[in-house]
């Protein structure tokens, strides 16, 4: 317990990191994903092929191949970023596309009267998707959308590899100095994420409490 | 193609004009895009040719070759224990004794919250010696090609790479198979129960093998999961595709053309089991269900009423 209490400095500073690559790639990926899932629905077939490509791809890609391609690729392509920005950019593309699977199931389940009654009382089809369908997809997708951002907050333990000195890679400094405590550390650090992790669950729950009473 | 008909009328001739006309631009804006990334990457020195010259060299292609069969062994390896162990968990978690039930809640929730990252490296960091005289012990005791089969030498960074995947997975095959056990038919049990069968045999004969055809797509979906994982292996230089890719690109300074590579490697490995599952998915599907039962119907009800003429 006490190289826990000795090193706790270390593992906050970690979680901090970790926080905010999360809070960060969260928002992004959120508005990203919500932007797929729209354009896989609107009748504009070259949206569609993109959006449907790009969520192909990168859902059968790896999360550790997308960190390699965006920081040790865009640096050579003459991109030069700090390792949070890379980490932000390769968190929000990979988690993305499960986002926008989770709306577009969303989009799936709001009964066709909905969008029936939309377009008879004349609204357009923007309208229709802005007042009507998108409010009630997005929130029958929040249970599915809470799954993939706790995803996303253990996905951000991958960072560490790619030079940002977040939590999990906390791990391995402290253990360089005690190598006899890893499993210690190791409880600790992941105490911190099921903090994180069934704080998500629980607001989200909350929120989902909430939208489900309006709708 | 359906979400379109669904949300949106048939479009009007006017309507159609506008989308062509959107269309129209949003590819012209596209292709513009797509020429602009084009030029900057054709500026750039990744794509002279002659780094990708380096992949008609067949020694390259061999050492791609030797990472592509350590991320395919570390993959299987991981779907075969982490769907064993998850199954057993499952059927633990549903077990009558309330101590197993909680131990093994705790046990599910507590791998489930946590990144596998971090479980890789604490088992890399404090046990890849043990990892390495274990395998080193079973490599003396097994025939050769057991060993091929297996990761000869490199054990201290394959162990805490699957053991670290499987436990963390099987966490989550527990709750499938937990949902996909319960998800069967109250009468089905009550049935099994009201014929003298033990819980084993009811779990065994009855409950499993109904329970496995709704699982299955969760299963398939589960091992693309477990094959993007072994990637993380990278973060402990085990040597598989992207550890192998990463050599390369650092030998010949070929960044991109590898990471392409790379890319193509693992979306054609992974595709195809997406693919099966949602396949396997549509074919247990409700809506598919009904579609047949009412094709039978109408079916049913053509040769009904040819009897009645």
Partial sequence: ?215 | MSDITRLFDEPSPRARRKLALWNGVGSTIALLIALYVGWVFAQSPQMRGELWVHFAEPGVWWTIGRGLVATIRAAVLCIVLSILFGAALGIARLSANPLLRIGVGIWIEFFRAIPSLLIILMLFLAYSRVFGEVGSAVEAVMPGFVNLLLAPGQWNTLGPLVLAVVVQHSAIIAEVFRGGILAVPRGQSEAGYSIGMTRGALLRIVLIPQAVRGMLPALVSECVRSLKATSLGYAIGYLDLLRTGQIIASAYHNIIPMALILLVMYVSLCLPLSWLASWLEYRTSPARAIRKTSTSATALTAKVSEGAA
Avoid: H
Wanted: charged share 10%; proline share 4%; glycine share 6%.
């Fill in chain 1, 1 to 215: 317990m006490a190289i826990l209490v000795y090193n706790l400095p270390a593992i906050l500073d970690g979680f901090a990191m970790t926080l905010m690559l999360f809070a960060v790639s969260a928002v992004i990926c959120l508005v990203l994903g919500i932007m797929l899932a729209v354009m896989r629905v609107v009748p504009i077939q070259g949206l569609n092929l993109f959006a449907g490509f790009y969520v192909t791809v990168i859902r059968n890609a790896p999360p550790v191949l997308i960190f390699f391609i965006v920081t040790l690729g865009l640096p050579v392509l003459g991109v030069r970023l700090s390792f949070f920005t890379y980490a932000v950019i390769a968190l929000s593309v990979y988690e993305a596309s499960f986002i926008c699977e989770a709306v577009r199931s969303g989009i799936n389940f709001v009964p066709a009267g909905q969008s029936e009654a939309a377009r008879s009382i004349g609204m357009t089809g923007t309208q229709m998707l802005r007042y009507v369908v998108m409010p009630q997809a997005l929130a029958n997708s929040v249970p599915a959308i809470c799954n993939y951002l706790i995803a996303l907050c253990k996905a951000t333990s991958i960072a560490g590899t790619f030079g940002v000195v977040e939590a999990t890679i906390t791990l391995k400094y402290i253990a360089f100095e005690n190598p006899g405590d890893v499993f210690v550390i190791f409880m600790g650090i992941a105490a911190g994420y099921i903090v994180i992790n069934t704080s998500i669950a629980a607001l989200l729950r909350l929120y989902e409490a909430k939208v489900s009473v309006l709708t």
